[in-house]
Every structure is written in C-alpha cells, then in structure tokens.
C-alpha cells in the first residue's frame, strides 16, 4: 500500500509542473468540447424521443418546455454518471505525454527503452477502456438502483466497480510503452491494481477535483510501474 501512495504523492508534485499543467489545460479543454457535443445530442435526442413519445407541443400548454426540461435533466445526470468514463478516454489519448514527462524527469533509462504507441494503437486502447467501462456500469445500474435505499449501497458499488477498471486502464497506459524488450517492469500486482483504482475513483467522484484526477492518475501509475522490482 505505501508504493500506491508514494506514486500518488509524486505525481501530486508533479501538477505543479509546466509541461504537466499544459496537458492538463489541454485535455480538459478537450474533455469540456466532447462534453458540449454529447449535451448537445443528447438533449436533442431525448426531446425528439419525448414528441415522438407523445409529448407534443399539441398535447397541452407547456409540453415543449416540459419535454426540455425532462431532457436537461436526463442528459445533465448522465453526464455526471459518465464523467469518468469520458475524462479517461480523453486523458488516454494524452498518456503517453504524462507518461514521458515522469519518464524523463525520474527514470531516464526507462525513457531511453520506451517506444511510443501509434496514435491507432492508443485510440484502440482508450477505446476499448472506454467502452468496458460504459458496458460494466450499464451492466451494475440495476442493482446500483435497488442499492439506492441504502444511502451508501450505490455509491460503494460504484465505488468498487471503477477502482478494478480504473486500476487496469491506468496500468495499460503505462504499459503501452514498455509491453515488449528487455527490461520491462512488472506489472502491478491485483491489489495495487485495486487500490491505485479506488483512489483514482474516489477522487472522481469529487467536485473539481475530478478535473486533474485522470492525469493524476496517469502519472502516479508510471511512478508505481517503475518503481516495482524488474521481473
């Protein structure tokens, strides 16, 4: 447990850098545009989806305001639901940055041996993260649901279900570099995993914190994975 929080409290260190604090500005601005489209669809789509329903403007006096609202409120609760699902897949595509950053910076032989992804190979990745992570959520909303009388249930769960799927992505965007040659480092054992995870999804979950956590969580993933023993 103490590598994850050394590996986390460097990589806090690390906010404060200039060329971090660049792909920060540059991944949140991407992240707020894809943002503004998925909004924007959606509540078009949601208000079509209504009218088509039977909710017309003809139905009665205010059924198009109704329908509006309906759908802003529909679409501004899945957004929230699925923020960690859109900043990682944003910040996936900036990880081999953040991670050659840390790399230059602390271990310098490890930079030396690393090979850059393609840009296909890290859209397949931040892809596929993204779309099992909308598959598994999708798939524990019905018992979230029912968890929902007890306060915490939903919020733990969902708690859980990220803290393993966030403790693989994290762990792949490092490994892209160094998945073949000598000298790669081992990967992380299944508790790191899970607990380099949980505490990426916990900060998810928290307003404006939120914001850094993905590349927070890039960057303290490559200090774990190099600080390990080679295998």
């Known amino acids: 447990m103490h590598h994850v929080a050394r590996s986390l409290l460097l990589a806090l260190r690390q906010l404060a850098e200039r060329q971090v604090l660049a792909i920060l500005l540059r991944s949140l601005l991407v992240s707020l545009a894809l943002y503004a489209v998925?909004?924007?669809a959606g509540w078009w789509g949601l208000d079509r989806l209504f009218a088509w329903a039977g909710l017309e403007d003809a139905l009665f006096a205010g059924a198009g305001p109704l329908r509006g609202l309906l759908s802003v409120l529909l679409v501004v609760t899945g957004?929230?639901?699925?923020?960690?699902?859109?900043?990682?897949?944003v910040i996936a595509f900036f990880a081999d940055e953040v991670v050659a950053v840390v790399e230059r910076q602390y271990y310098p032989a490890a930079a030396a041996r690393a090979r850059e992804p393609s840009l296909p190979v890290q859209a397949r990745v931040a892809l596929a993260g993204a779309g099992r992570a909308l598959l598994v959520n999708l798939l524990v909303l019905p018992l979230a649901i029912a968890l929902l009388v007890t306060g915490v249930g939903t919020l733990a769960l969902f708690l859980l279900v990220n803290a393993v799927l966030l403790g693989r992505e994290l762990q792949d965007m490092v490994w892209l570099r160094h998945r073949v040659g000598t000298g790669a480092p081992a990967p992380f054992t299944r508790a790191e995993r899970f607990l380099l995870g949980g505490a990426i999804a916990v900060l998810l979950a928290l307003p404006g914190i939120a914001f850094i956590a993905p590349l927070l969580g890039a960057a303290a993933a490559t200090h774990l994975l190099h600080r390990k023993p080679e295998p």
Request: proline share 0%; charged share 5%.
């Open 38 to 40: 998925l909004a924007g």
């Open 79 to 89: 957004l929230w639901l699925g923020w960690r699902i859109v900043a990682m897949a």
